[in-house]
């Protein structure tokens, strides 16, 4: 990828986002203001849809799904569509990166794989799927036959957050796309714009008009509306687990939707001294919670170390972040973005501050960086002597501040990770393949990484344990999210 192309790319001025309802682009009631994280300047307005624009996008996705023009395509229709759909993104790779990268901060390096790569992979992967799905035969008396179908849910509203937006919005599109159903989407109101850019692909394709739906705007007003739509049939998210709260309110106060839940995460990264390789351990620590500015909901961020190489690990990971170069987003040799807001930038020092006060001690960062550029940036931080009891313990930041908590012996390693209400991912560093898979079996997380962290590709389910909430993205698994079970008991 060559710097040149994104820098041009990047001086480009983006048009004011609108809402796509029934296949048009339309203004919704008002309008926000998008602040790029990179300088802190306005970048160009999001649509902001109110309660009326939020319903005529749940009734156009509600006709579309009733009329059949989508949900009773054939499959290898629907495949055809989304294959295109992978093809476009594919083509329009590196402007989906930039644009969604001045919007929401993340490095481009990064970008470019996690975004739309991992989009047009994840459908490409549900394309495939759909037409080699079959149903079920029950094993029945002779005398009936029992069949079992799967069916689309009908609407699916989709609400995801800003540090992945098209990986994890692909997440959510492609299997309720694929298995016929209809979406309405509400990205986050910090990056929308890569999600708008793919609705468009999206049409292009030829996925139908009201069976991809994008409302943009304030959770608390467009997210709400959505959540309450009686039109909606299955919720799925994606972000804080305090807006996951709400989702299950707002669906008992509708229609009982169902609610699929993909939360936050303080994941455990543990290291033993018997690791094969400490060196590349510490390396992979340092990326395991700072890449994206620590803005992954399975970064690790709590990194338990057995005593007896704490402080030597503690030197060398200290040295690997320091190398770390935090800048401009948009330059191929940044590793370390901006962080998203400075909302969220002022959060991230406030967890620094408690934990200083409660006996933390900073190793490295701690501070707000390059200011003068008027974006939003923090130094790489390491916290020893972090204890269960502490805040910085127990609360997931989304930002690049790590935890070290030193261990004595395996069973110790084991209660303190976890030691958590979180239950999204986990890493394992050992040669000793018995503990490896002791560790795996105990550690109650949906993803434990082992001598790796991170990485996984969509073949297989992310699902979140505990406080980091049910259901799974990826894998064939997703797939029963976006299906109801129909029997047919037939006497024969
Ligand atoms: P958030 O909950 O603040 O926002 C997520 C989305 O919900 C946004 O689109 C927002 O507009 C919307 N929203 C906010 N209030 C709402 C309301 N009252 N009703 C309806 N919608 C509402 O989360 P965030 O800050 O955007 O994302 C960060 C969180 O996401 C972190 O906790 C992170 O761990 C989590 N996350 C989890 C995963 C996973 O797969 N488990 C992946 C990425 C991020």
Redesign the pocket.
Known sequence: MDQAMIDRLAAAPVAAGKLLIEGEWVEGAGETPVLSPIDGRQLTTIAAAGPDDVARACASARDAFEDGRWSRMAPSGRKAVLHRLADLIEKHATELAVLGVRDNGTEISMALKAEPGSAAGTFRYYAEAIDKIYGEIAPTAPNVLGLIHREPVGVVGA??????PLM?GAWKIAPALATGNSVVL?????ASLSLLRLAALALEAGVPPGVFNVVTG???V???A??LSTDVDVMV????????R??LQ?SAQSNLKRCYL????KSPNVVFADAPDLSAAAKAAATAIFRNAG????AGSRLLVEASVHDAFVAELATATRKMAVGNPLKLETQVGAVNSLS?LEGNLGFVADATREGGEIVTGGTRALEATGGYYMDPTIVTGVKPEHRLYRE?V?GPVLAVTPFKDEAEALRLANASDFG?AAGVWTANLSRAHRMVRGIRSGVVHVNTYGGSDVTVP?S?MKQ??NGA?KSLHALEKYTDLKTAWIQL
């Open positions: 609400i995801v957050p800003w540090n992945f994890i509400k990205p986050a109101e910090t304030p959770g608390r467009t997210g709400e959505l959540a998210f994606t972000g804080s687990g305090a807006t996951g709400r989702l707002y993909e939360l936050g995460g803005q992954v909901c399975v969220q997931e989304f999204l992310l979140g980091s909430g993205d």
